[in-house]
């Protein structure tokens, strides 16, 4: 059973930065596609960036693009995601997840229903 554990949210201003990190139990890690997942009050859970196993291939969504960064560290079993340049409309719990790639192919994972572990999330709340 993997593990995913979260950390670095908090409260910030806007224009701030935060790096959260997502630290993942087992032994086959560094064959998971990572992703990151964020979740605002009264809505629906949506993508926010994804790392594939080989580290070559990332995916941002449109509303982060520019300012967040996704990275993967295999050797510490963490992938990371750097946000800079903070909005109030990046507030939310923001949840990392991997998907097992069992078809070992290289789609990307762009669905939450891709992915096979889920952390418990981090609250990451950005004030004006």
């Known amino acids: 059973q993997v593990q995913l554990v979260e950390s670095g949210g908090g409260l910030v201003q806007a224009g701030d930065s935060l790096r959260l990190s997502c630290a993942a139990s087992?032994?086959?890690?560094?064959?998971?596609?990572m992703g990151w997942f964020r979740q605002a009050p009264g809505k629906e859970r949506e993508f926010v960036a994804l790392i594939m196993w080989s580290g070559g291939s990332i995916l941002y969504a449109d509303s982060v693009k520019g300012r967040f960064t996704i990275s993967r560290d295999n050797a510490k079993n963490t992938v990371y995601l750097q946000m800079n340049s903070l909005k109030p409309e990046d507030t939310g719990v923001y949840y990392c997840?991997?998907?097992?790639?069992?078809?070992?192919?290289?789609?990307?994972?762009?669905?939450?229903?891709?992915?096979?572990?889920w952390g418990q999330g981090t609250q990451v709340t950005v004030s004006s």
């Open positions: 087992g032994r086959t890690f560094s064959s998971y596609n």
């Open positions: 997840a991997a998907d097992r790639n069992n078809d070992g192919g290289s789609r990307f994972p762009l669905r939450g229903s891709e992915y096979d572990y």
